[in-house]
């Protein structure tokens, strides 16, 4: 059922695919992405919908599941994008709210966090096809752990 599903919501979301990689009003494209951070060396994994309100504007809120080594940490951010080149190459700047959620014990118990703050950064989305296009991001989060990291995926239009 779950592979059914899986397959459903993969065609359902390829059957939207527009051929044109615009920074046009009312363009939405699909993130999914994975992460590094830089200071504590954790690996991520994360979505987002990208939504372009005006031209070279858009808003991005993605959700992403980090992976420490020990305990669970997850993270929102609403980004807004300005993009500064068109074409194949799609050059941006980013600014946003940023929230983690953390919490350090092994077990589920004991000391958690929830810290909100801003992010920054500067990114990329390279067109590899006419459908899909490479999304890569360098940022800087404030709320703790406080690190500069990476992000690099796949972006789909819809």
Same mark, same amino acid.
């Given at each position: 059922?779950?592979?059914?599903?899986?397959?459903?919501?993969?065609?359902?979301?390829?059957?939207?695919?527009?051929?044109?990689?615009?920074?046009?009003?009312?363009?939405?494209?699909?993130? @999914? =992405?994975?992460?590094?951070?830089?200071?504590? +060396?954790?690996? *991520? $994994? !994360? #979505?987002?919908?990208?939504?372009?309100?005006?031209?070279?504007?858009?808003?991005?809120?993605?959700?992403?599941?980090?992976?420490?080594?020990?305990?669970?940490?997850?993270?929102?951010?609403?980004?807004?994008?300005?993009?500064?080149?068109?074409?194949?190459?799609?050059?941006?700047?980013?600014? @946003? =709210?940023?929230?983690?959620?953390?919490?350090? +014990?092994?077990? *589920? $118990? !004991? #000391?958690?966090?929830?810290?909100?703050?801003?992010?920054?950064?500067?990114?990329?989305?390279?067109?590899?096809?006419?459908?899909?296009?490479?999304?890569?991001?360098?940022?800087?989060?404030?709320?703790?752990?406080?690190?500069?990291?990476?992000?690099?995926?796949?972006?789909?239009?819809?």
């Amino acid at each position: 059922m779950k592979k059914a599903l899986l397959i459903f919501c993969a065609t359902f979301l390829l059957s939207f695919v527009a051929f044109a990689q615009t920074q046009e009003q009312g363009n939405a494209r699909f993130h @999914g =992405y994975g992460t590094y951070g830089l200071r504590y +060396q954790n690996f *991520g $994994a !994360g #979505a987002g919908i990208e939504y372009f309100f005006v031209d070279k504007f858009a808003l991005m809120p993605s959700f992403t599941f980090v992976f420490p080594q020990v305990g669970k940490e997850s993270n929102f951010s609403a980004d807004l994008r300005y993009y500064v080149s068109e074409g194949s190459s799609q050059l941006y700047f980013m600014a @946003g =709210y940023s929230q983690t959620w953390q919490d350090t +014990q092994p077990d *589920g $118990a !004991g #000391a958690k966090r929830n810290e909100k703050g801003a992010n920054v950064g500067v990114g990329a989305y390279i067109a590899l096809t006419e459908g899909i296009g490479l999304s890569t991001e360098f940022r800087f989060q404030s709320p703790y752990p406080r690190e500069v990291g990476f992000r690099v995926g796949l972006a789909l239009p819809l």
